[in-house]
């Protein structure tokens, strides 16, 4: 007997990208070739000195990270000393104000702590503040070229549609609401209905 309705069909998977699929492999290789330079190291010039080598990563990885979530929480509370500042005497906020961040910083710290030479020697460059730069601009232009290109429905695609651009081109997150309405500075947007509470 038969009910006319076809079979239910396999959901289509998208395919696997290129890094989730070398990814494992990228980690084990890189696992193999610590381990590798760590005993030769330690039967060139001892295991005591191996063991000094892995302790003074971590504590030099400690300090880093330290030192960056201290300029972190120092950068916040002077960003937020100034913006009230700023309110108390209803000033603009200037533009361009933003404090550089602490992550590659931080990244750099916890490679020096992650036990091994090769992720010390990575901790230990990106320790060099142009290098630092330059890192950090790679990785925003290439996040910022990814949220371009998200597809729609995506995570990138809504935080594509969340961002706000000044006419100076700064990006500010989200939506400025005064008085009840909407305020829009993009100018391709026009004008919206006020919002009734």
């Keep these: 007997m038969t009910t006319g309705t076809p079979?239910?069909?396999?959901?289509?998977?998208?395919?696997?990208?290129r890094v989730r699929r070398f990814l494992p492999l990228g980690v084990a290789a890189w696992l193999v070739l610590e381990i590798w330079l760590l005993t030769m190291v330690a039967g060139a010039a001892g295991g005591l000195t191996v063991f000094l080598l892995l302790v003074a990563g971590l504590v030099c990885g400690a300090v880093?990270?330290?030192?960056?979530?201290?300029?972190?929480?120092?950068?916040?509370?002077?960003?937020?000393?100034?913006?009230?500042?700023?309110?108390?005497?209803?000033?603009?906020?200037?533009?361009?104000?933003?404090?550089?961040?602490?992550?590659?910083?931080?990244?750099?710290?916890?490679?020096?702590?992650?036990?091994?030479?090769?992720?010390?020697?990575?901790?230990?460059?990106?320790?060099?503040?142009?290098?630092?730069k330059a890192v950090g601009r790679y990785?925003?232009?290439?996040?910022?070229?990814?949220?371009?290109?998200?597809?729609p429905g995506t995570f990138g695609d809504a935080f594509q549609q969340a961002r706000m651009h000044r006419p100076d081109g700064t990006v500010i997150q989200g939506e400025v609401i005064k008085n009840g309405e909407r305020s829009s500075q993009r100018p391709d947007a026009g004008p919206r209905p006020p919002i009734t509470p």
């Design 7 to 17: 079979p239910p069909s396999r959901p289509v998977t998208a395919p696997r990208s």
């Design 64 to 132: 880093v990270i330290k030192r960056a979530g201290r300029r972190a929480f120092k950068n916040l509370s002077e960003t937020l000393q100034r913006q009230q500042q700023q309110q108390q005497n209803g000033a603009v906020p200037a533009d361009g104000q933003r404090p550089g961040g602490n992550g590659l910083l931080m990244l750099a710290g916890l490679l020096l702590m992650i036990p091994g030479l090769v992720s010390d020697v990575l901790g230990l460059v990106l320790l060099v503040p142009p290098v630092r």
């Design 139 to 151: 990785t925003e232009r290439t996040i910022e070229r990814k949220m371009q290109s998200a597809a």
